[in-house]
T-cell receptor, first 114, second 110 residues
Framework: GAVVSQHPSWVICKSGTSVKIECRSL??????MFWYRQFPKQSLMLMAT?????????EQGVEKDKFLINHASLTLSTLTVTSAHPEDSSFYIC??????????FGPGTRLTVT | DAKTTQPTSMDCAEGRAANLPCNHS???????VYWYRQIHSQGPQYIIH???NNETNEMASLIITEDRKSSTLILPHATLRDTAVYYC???????????FGKGTRLHILP
C-alpha cells in the first residue's frame, strides 16, 4: 500500500529555536497534504491543509506565522515550528492524498521543547 | 465538530469479537463511513469504509444500518495488538480533510 514517511520521528529542541518536520509521499504524488497535532490522551487536531504550489490553509486558532508550511513539490511538505516553546511539545502527524485513491497518514513526529 | 458519537472506552476479551458502535444520525446521502485506528504513538491506520452496504476485509467487518444513522465495526477475533483508539469518521470524498472525534479506546484483555 501507499506509504507516507515523516522525518524526524522524534526531535528535542531548546526553547526559542525552530524545528522543521518533513512529510513525504513515497510512491505517489500528493497535491494535498494535511498536518495534525495531537496532545497526550487527546484526539488529532487538524492544523492546516497544504496544497502544492500555493499557500497553506490554516484552521481557526492556528498561528500561521508560528507554524510555517511549505509544499514545494508533489511529494514533500514541510512544517516548521518557529520560536518553539514547551507548550508546542506535541505529536505532529501528516497525511497525504493520493488523488482519487485514498488519504494516507504518516507515522508521526514527536516534538519535545525544553 | 465531529459528526459521530462513539463510546469513550470498551473492553473485549482476547479471542472474542470486538463490536464498536458509532452513531452518525446526521449523515448525508453522499457521505461515507470510515474507520481508522491509532495505536499508541503511531499515525492513524485505515481499517475499512462503506456507503450503504456491509463491507468486509482482512481486518474487520463494517455493518451499516439500513437508515445509515449508525454503524458497527467488528474485529472478529481480537488480539492484544488490537488495543488502540478507534475513530469513526463520516466524509464525502477521499480527498477531503478528516476531522477526528474522540474515538473509542479499546482495551483487549488477556
Amino acid at each position: 500500500g501507499a506509504v507516507v514517511s515523516q522525518h524526524p520521528s522524534w526531535v528535542i529542541c531548546k526553547s526559542g529555536t525552530s524545528v522543521k518536520i518533513e512529510c513525504r509521499s513515497l510512491d505517489f504524488q500528493a497535491t494535498t497534504m494535511f498536518w495534525y497535532r495531537q496532545f497526550p490522551k487527546q484526539s488529532l487536531m487538524l492544523m492546516a491543509t497544504s496544497n502544492e504550489g500555493s499557500k497553506a490553509t490554516y484552521e481557526q486558532g492556528v498561528e500561521k506565522d508560528k507554524f510555517l508550511i511549505n509544499h514545494a513539490s508533489l511529494t514533500l511538505s514541510t512544517l516548521t515550528v518557529t520560536s518553539a516553546h514547551p507548550e508546542d511539545s506535541s505529536f505532529y502527524i501528516c497525511s497525504a492524498v493520493d488523488p482519487g485513491v485514498e488519504q494516507y497518514f504518516g507515522p508521526g513526529t514527536r516534538l519535545t521543547v525544553t | 465538530d465531529a459528526k459521530t458519537t462513539q463510546p469513550t472506552s470498551m473492553d473485549c476479551a482476547e479471542g472474542r469479537a470486538a463490536n464498536l458502535p458509532c452513531n452518525h444520525s446526521t449523515i448525508s446521502g453522499n457521505e461515507y463511513v470510515y474507520w481508522y485506528r491509532q495505536i499508541h504513538s503511531q499515525g492513524p491506520q485505515y481499517i475499512i469504509h462503506g456507503l450503504k452496504n456491509n463491507e468486509t476485509n482482512e481486518m474487520a467487518s463494517l455493518i451499516i444500518t439500513e437508515d445509515r444513522k449508525s454503524s458497527t465495526l467488528i474485529l472478529p477475533h481480537a488480539t492484544l495488538r488490537d488495543t488502540a483508539v478507534y475513530y469513526c469518521i463520516v466524509r464525502v470524498i477521499r480527498d477531503d480533510k478528516i476531522i477526528f472525534g474522540k474515538g473509542t479506546r479499546l482495551h483487549i484483555l488477556p
